[in-house]
């Protein structure tokens, strides 16, 4: 694929209350339905070529339903999907997807479990462990003070790819953290982790960030991880939040045009089409 973009962030729902509880009384622009059909119409008009739909809801029937709307769409070419980790029995959930194309990866909504080592529990580890003969990733959501015991899992599971989501959320919009960046940096140096560019203007001030406010946040990741290990994602609908979709692609073009052609390929589409190994019919 010689241009366009993989959008590797999105998600959709037909909403229902008691599915989102992570929807707070702020986010009430969010709580109705958002599905193939909107998201083909933002995506199209930005020379998006292909997505990957992440789960939303902890439920395996969440990744019935991304995997179904994938079936179904030319667009989406992967599913981020929910599977009990801490199940004895998950793998039976895993041969359930086994012989689902569009089955990529898996995520637990970890930021907001209450205890902030959930990710140490010996049962979580166990359902991680078991990804790896599947082939597929998995999503790490964290809050960036949770980066210290990310890097205690990931050291744990040498063979397996985590992919950052939303640079680990630092919290922007009151000036971030340096301890952020020093973990980010750590995090990084295990080089079976990758990061998405996603979820930086839900993190600033919704009504008042800018891409100059943003950069030196970009710039922590590029220097961190390197173009190779980076990819784009618009955390669409909840990036609607902060500005639309058009614009947010934008912003991350602009950052993109300071680097190489090379580079800015590996973080608009080719990163994503290897890491969560997509099929992608080629351009026309």
């Known amino acids: 694929m010689s241009g366009g973009w993989i959008d590797t962030h999105h998600h959709l729902w037909q909403y229902k209350d008691d599915d989102y509880p992570w929807m707070s009384e702020e986010m009430t622009a969010l ?10 119409m933002v995506a199209g008009a930005c020379e998006v070529r292909a997505t990957i739909a992440v789960q939303a809801r902890q439920r395996v ?4 339903f991304l995997i179904g709307s994938a079936q179904a769409s030319s667009l989406i070419r992967g599913v981020v999907g929910w599977v009990p980790l801490v199940d004895r029995d998950v793998e039976m959930s895993l041969e359930r997807y086994a012989d689902a194309a569009l089955f ?7 930021h ?3 205890d902030p080592f959930y990710m140490l529990r010996e049962d979580f580890n166990d359902g991680i462990a078991k990804l790896v003969r599947y082939n597929l990733c998995y999503d790490l959501l964290v809050f960036a003070r949770h980066l210290p015991q990310t890097i205690t899992l ?4 040498p063979k397996q790819i985590f992919i950052l989501d939303h640079i680990a959320k630092p919290q922007i919009a009151t000036g971030g953290d340096s301890a952020w960046a020093k973990n980010i940096k750590a995090l990084a140096e295990r080089d079976n982790v990758f990061c998405k560019i996603s979820g930086m203007t839900t ?3 919704w009504a008042a ?17 390197g173009p190779g290990r980076l990819m784009f994602g618009s955390d669409w609908p909840v990036v609607t939040l902060a500005c639309d979709y058009g614009r947010w692609l934008r912003v991350v073009a602009g950052w993109l045009n300071e680097l190489s052609s090379d ?9 994503a089409t290897q890491v969560y190994r997509l099929e992608i019919a080629p351009e026309v």
């Open 31 to 40: 709580r109705r339905d958002f599905l193939t059909p909107d998201l083909e």
């Open 61 to 64: 029937e969440e990744t019935d």
């Open 104 to 110: 990529k990866g898996v995520r637990h909504i970890l």
């Open 112 to 114: 907001d479990e209450a």
């Open 154 to 157: 990931v050291d744990r599971h």
């Open 203 to 205: 993190e600033a001030n």
């Open 209 to 225: 960030w800018s891409a100059d406010l943003l950069k030196p946040y970009f710039d922590v990741v590029l220097d961190a991880f």
């Open 263 to 271: 580079e800015a390929e590996a973080i608009r589409h080719r990163t």
